[in-house]
Structure formats: structure tokens, C-alpha cells
């Protein structure tokens, strides 16, 4: 069926450097697509989302770049804070998501000093 | 106070025990989910329901039943646990259209 995955399943860096979180997805017809965090022990926290019609958001530290030609998700976060690392899942909605989100597997972000 | 809270937040149970999971929001959202989430994986729906005379199988129904006593209120049972359904369980609240999903700290279940 429909999925969304991503590539690494864990991302060390360096704090002060920017991140890069990718994801693939393979449902054309997906309307949003959008970036949880996860801390330890706790549920996820929405970070930003995109519509499908634009390849580019930012937000506060973070920026969502949407490739439509190769299926691909990603998520910038600048100048990576101890306070990042957690697993960060993506996500898609279609349909207007009357049936809740499809999430991918999680990519560890780990924040060394 | 948290928005959406979840009880218990851990349980270990035994292996064809009935057990029951809720969760209670104070968002005043219409919309409500449960999702599962196993080690390695995303977390994937389990059902939802979009208002109290609502209620809709998602993925992986098999083996659970929920209740939406009030808006407020939706509760994810297990009629007889087995042990692949240990994992971690979120409660999400949803208002409307809106894109974004609030989740609950989670409850850890362990069936033995």
C-alpha cells in the first residue's frame, strides 16, 4: 500500500550546525504533508506542515522543502540546540484526513556537544 | 494542565485479559484518534471518530473496540490482550479540517 518512509533512521550532528531530516513518500494524491517531533516518553508534537502545491515553508528554525518530482520530503532545522533531539516522523495526509495521519518510521536526531 | 491526557500511563497485564485504555481531552476538539506505535515504526490508526455517534476502523482494528462516551471522551479496550499488542498507545485530538494533531504522553502496555 501507500507509505511514507525515511532514508536514515538515525542522524548525529554537531550542536550549531543545521540538521537535515529527509523522507520519501510514495502517495501522489496526498494533500499536506507534515514533520512531528518526538521526545523520550512523550507523544508527538507537531513541527510544520506543507500543502502539497508548494515546495517551500519555513518556520521558526525550521524549514520543509517539498520535491514532487522524486517523492521527497525534507526538513532543514538551523543551528541544531541540545533541545532537538528527539525522532522525528513524517507524515502525510489525503483526503482531507478524515482517517488520521500516515506516518513514516522516525529518524533519531542526536545532538552531540 | 495537559490538553490531552491518557490513563494509565503504564500497565502490564496477562495474556487473554480485558483491558481498557482512555483517554479525555480538554481541546473541546470533535475529532479523536488511537494509534499504536511499535518499536522501529511509525505510529499506525488503530480508530477514530469524528464525533460521539462516530466511529471508524482504521488500519489495524483487529482485536480492539473503542467507546466515545462524550466529546470529551474516547476509550480503546482490548477485549482479550495478547502479547503482539504490546506497544505504546496515543490518544490524538483533532479540531475540524485542521491539519494538526495533538497527542497525549502515550500508555505503555505490556502483555505477558
Known amino acids: 500500500g501507500e507509505s511514507v518512509g525515511l532514508h536514515l533512521p538515525t542522524l548525529s550532528v554537531q550542536e550549531g550546525d543545521n540538521s537535515i531530516i529527509n523522507c520519501a513518500y510514495s502517495n501522489s494524491a496526498s494533500d499536506y504533508f507534515i514533520w512531528y517531533k518526538q521526545e523520550s516518553g512523550k507523544g508527538p508534537q507537531f513541527i510544520i506542515d506543507i500543502r502539497s502545491n508548494m515546495d517551500k515553508r519555513q518556520g521558526q528554525r525550521v524549514t520543509v522543502l517539498l520535491n514532487k518530482t522524486v517523492k521527497h520530503l525534507s526538513l532543514q532545522i538551523a543551528a541544531t540546540q541540545p533541545g532537538d533531539s528527539a525522532v522525528y516522523f513524517c507524515a502525510e495526509i489525503s483526503g482531507g484526513g478524515a482517517d488520521g495521519l500516515t506516518f513514516g518510521k522516525g529518524t533519531h536526531l542526536i545532538i552531540q556537544p | 494542565d495537559a490538553d490531552v491526557t491518557q490513563t494509565p500511563r503504564n500497565r502490564i497485564t496477562k495474556t487473554g485479559k480485558r483491558i481498557m485504555l482512555e483517554c479525555s481531552q480538554t481541546?473541546?476538539?470533535?475529532?479523536m484518534y488511537w494509534y499504536r506505535q511499535d518499536p522501529g515504526l511509525g505510529l499506525r490508526l488503530i480508530y477514530y471518530?469524528?464525533?460521539?455517534?462516530?466511529?471508524n476502523k482504521g488500519e489495524i482494528s483487529d482485536g480492539y473496540s473503542v467507546s466515545r462516551q462524550a466529546q470529551a471522551k474516547f476509550s480503546l479496550s482490548l477485549e482479550s490482550a495478547i502479547p503482539n499488542q504490546t506497544a505504546l498507545y496515543f490518544c490524538?485530538?483533532?479540531?475540524?479540517?485542521?491539519?494538526?494533531?495533538?497527542f497525549g504522553p502515550g500508555t505503555r502496555l505490556t502483555v505477558l
Open positions: 471518530s469524528f464525533d460521539v455517534k462516530d466511529i
Open positions: 481541546k473541546g476538539h470533535d475529532r
Open positions: 490524538a485530538t483533532r479540531q475540524g479540517a485542521g491539519n494538526e494533531q495533538f
